[in-house]
Protein backbone atom coordinates (compact mmCIF):
# COMPACT_ATOMS: atom_id res chain seq x y z
CA UNK A 1 0.00 0.00 0.00
CA UNK A 2 1.48 3.26 -0.84
CA UNK A 3 0.79 6.81 1.22
CA UNK A 4 0.28 8.50 -2.12
CA UNK A 5 2.32 9.37 -5.41
CA UNK A 6 5.11 12.50 -4.62
CA UNK A 7 6.94 14.24 -7.61
CA UNK A 8 10.30 14.99 -6.82
CA UNK A 9 11.66 17.71 -9.20
CA UNK A 10 15.43 18.53 -9.09
CA UNK A 11 18.57 18.78 -11.23
CA UNK A 12 20.57 16.97 -8.99
CA UNK A 13 20.38 13.33 -9.73
CA UNK A 14 21.99 12.12 -6.09
CA UNK A 15 18.99 14.86 -4.54
CA UNK A 16 16.47 12.90 -6.51
CA UNK A 17 17.49 9.25 -5.89
CA UNK A 18 18.34 10.16 -1.81
CA UNK A 19 14.76 11.74 -1.43
CA UNK A 20 13.40 8.66 -3.49
CA UNK A 21 15.07 6.21 -1.89
CA UNK A 22 13.75 8.20 1.63
CA UNK A 23 9.75 8.63 0.97
CA UNK A 24 10.11 5.28 -0.64
CA UNK A 25 10.70 3.58 2.29
CA UNK A 26 8.06 5.32 3.96
CA UNK A 27 5.93 4.08 1.94
CA UNK A 28 5.15 6.59 -0.85
CA UNK A 29 5.20 5.95 -4.58
CA UNK A 30 8.12 8.51 -5.83
CA UNK A 31 8.31 10.14 -9.69
CA UNK A 32 11.12 11.79 -10.98
CA UNK A 33 11.79 14.57 -13.01
CA UNK A 34 15.34 16.45 -13.53
CA UNK A 35 13.87 20.06 -14.56
CA UNK A 36 10.62 21.84 -14.85
CA UNK A 37 10.26 21.08 -18.31
CA UNK A 38 9.91 17.56 -17.70
CA UNK A 39 7.48 17.89 -15.35
CA UNK A 40 5.43 20.11 -17.08
CA UNK A 41 5.27 17.51 -19.73
CA UNK A 42 4.34 14.60 -16.58
CA UNK A 43 2.00 16.78 -15.00
CA UNK A 44 0.11 17.49 -18.80
CA UNK A 45 -0.89 13.96 -19.09
CA UNK A 46 -4.46 14.00 -16.87
CA UNK A 47 -3.88 9.97 -16.01
CA UNK A 48 -0.40 10.67 -14.42
CA UNK A 49 -1.23 14.14 -13.27
CA UNK A 50 -4.29 12.47 -11.08
CA UNK A 51 -1.95 10.28 -8.95
CA UNK A 52 0.04 12.94 -7.89
CA UNK A 53 -0.22 14.60 -4.31
CA UNK A 54 2.45 16.85 -3.70
CA UNK A 55 5.88 18.30 -5.59
CA UNK A 56 8.87 18.70 -4.13
CA UNK A 57 10.82 21.12 -6.21
CA UNK A 58 14.06 23.22 -6.12
CA UNK A 59 14.30 26.67 -7.58
CA UNK A 60 17.53 26.39 -9.74
CA UNK A 61 17.47 24.08 -12.37
CA UNK A 62 18.30 24.37 -16.35
CA UNK A 63 15.63 23.92 -18.65
CA UNK A 64 12.27 25.35 -16.50
CA UNK A 65 13.38 26.60 -13.35
CA UNK A 66 11.54 26.02 -10.05
CA UNK A 67 9.33 29.35 -10.07
CA UNK A 68 8.35 28.75 -13.35
CA UNK A 69 6.97 24.89 -12.44
CA UNK A 70 5.25 26.27 -9.54
CA UNK A 71 3.27 28.92 -11.69
CA UNK A 72 2.14 26.16 -13.74
CA UNK A 73 1.05 23.60 -10.99
CA UNK A 74 -0.72 26.38 -9.50
CA UNK A 75 -2.87 27.48 -12.37
CA UNK A 76 -3.38 23.95 -13.67
CA UNK A 77 -3.30 21.64 -10.04
CA UNK A 78 -4.00 23.88 -7.36
CA UNK A 79 -5.08 21.51 -4.79
CA UNK A 80 -1.49 19.68 -4.96
CA UNK A 81 0.48 21.38 -2.33
CA UNK A 82 4.48 22.46 -3.41
CA UNK A 83 7.42 22.20 -1.22
CA UNK A 84 10.18 24.20 -2.73
CA UNK A 85 13.35 22.40 -1.35
CA UNK A 86 16.42 24.94 -2.51
CA UNK A 87 20.38 25.44 -1.12
CA UNK A 88 19.12 29.47 -1.15
CA UNK A 89 20.53 31.10 1.73
CA UNK A 90 17.93 34.04 1.31
CA UNK A 91 15.45 32.94 3.86
CA UNK A 92 13.24 36.11 2.85
CA UNK A 93 13.03 35.01 -0.35
CA UNK A 94 12.36 31.60 0.80
CA UNK A 95 9.29 32.97 3.36
CA UNK A 96 8.08 35.15 0.49
CA UNK A 97 7.52 32.27 -1.55
CA UNK A 98 5.02 31.09 0.86
CA UNK A 99 2.92 34.25 0.25
CA UNK A 100 2.83 32.89 -3.43
CA UNK A 101 1.37 29.99 -2.84
CA UNK A 102 3.68 27.83 -1.95
CA UNK A 103 3.18 25.03 0.73
CA UNK A 104 6.42 25.14 2.50
CA UNK A 105 10.18 24.91 1.91
CA UNK A 106 13.25 23.76 3.47
CA UNK A 107 16.86 24.15 2.84
CA UNK A 108 19.20 21.81 1.48
CA UNK A 109 20.37 19.40 2.53
CA UNK A 110 17.32 18.36 4.14
CA UNK A 111 17.42 15.84 7.23
CA UNK A 112 15.27 12.79 6.88
CA UNK A 113 12.85 13.23 9.75
CA UNK A 114 11.77 16.54 8.26
CA UNK A 115 11.72 15.73 4.47
CA UNK A 116 8.98 12.85 5.79
CA UNK A 117 7.40 15.55 8.17
CA UNK A 118 6.35 18.02 5.86
CA UNK A 119 5.47 15.26 3.05
CA UNK A 120 2.86 13.98 5.33
CA UNK A 121 1.58 17.22 6.01
CA UNK A 122 1.36 17.71 2.38
CA UNK A 123 -0.39 14.85 1.43
CA UNK A 124 -2.99 15.18 4.63
CA UNK A 125 -3.48 18.63 2.90
CA UNK A 126 -3.97 17.73 -0.79
CA UNK A 127 -6.67 14.85 0.98
CA UNK A 128 -8.25 17.40 2.51
CA UNK A 129 -8.29 19.82 -0.21
CA UNK A 130 -9.99 17.14 -2.48
CA UNK A 131 -12.27 15.90 -0.14
CA UNK A 132 -13.64 19.41 0.49
CA UNK A 133 -13.56 20.17 -2.97
CA UNK A 134 -15.19 17.21 -4.19
CA UNK A 135 -18.35 17.83 -0.95
CA UNK A 136 -18.43 21.76 -2.04
CA UNK A 137 -18.75 20.67 -6.03
CA UNK A 138 -21.97 19.85 -7.90
CA UNK A 139 -21.19 16.21 -9.09
CA UNK A 140 -21.14 17.22 -12.79
CA UNK A 141 -18.55 20.17 -11.98
CA UNK A 142 -16.40 17.45 -9.93
CA UNK A 143 -16.41 14.95 -12.78
CA UNK A 144 -15.01 17.39 -14.55
CA UNK A 145 -12.24 18.39 -12.72
CA UNK A 146 -11.78 16.30 -9.29
CA UNK A 147 -8.93 18.21 -8.20
CA UNK A 148 -9.15 21.76 -8.47
CA UNK A 149 -9.65 23.69 -5.07
CA UNK A 150 -11.61 26.64 -4.26
CA UNK A 151 -9.24 29.53 -3.31
CA UNK A 152 -10.66 29.84 -0.23
CA UNK A 153 -9.44 26.38 0.47
CA UNK A 154 -6.07 27.38 -0.82
CA UNK A 155 -3.86 26.82 2.95
CA UNK A 156 -0.27 26.65 2.89
CA UNK A 157 1.23 23.43 4.41
CA UNK A 158 3.25 25.28 7.21
CA UNK A 159 -0.36 26.88 8.23
CA UNK A 160 -2.42 23.60 8.44
CA UNK A 161 0.69 22.07 10.15
CA UNK A 162 0.51 24.79 12.80
CA UNK A 163 -2.99 24.28 13.63
CA UNK A 164 -2.57 20.62 13.56
CA UNK A 165 0.69 20.42 15.93
CA UNK A 166 -0.04 23.48 18.18
CA UNK A 167 -1.52 22.20 21.54
Same mark, same amino acid.
Given at each position: ?44 QPVLASEVC ?33 ? @?DDTEFLEGI???? /?? $???? %? ?33 ? @? ?12 ? /?? $???? %?????
Amino acid at each position: MTYGTILVVDDNPDIREATRMTLSRQGYEVWLAPDGNSAKQLMNQPVLASEVCAVICDLAMPNGNGMYLIAYLQKHHPAIPIIVCSG @ADDTEFLEGIIQQG /VG $DWMR %KPVPRDVLVQKVRTAVHLFTLRTRQDSENRPSQAS @AANPRTAFPSERET /VQ $DYHD %KTTDP
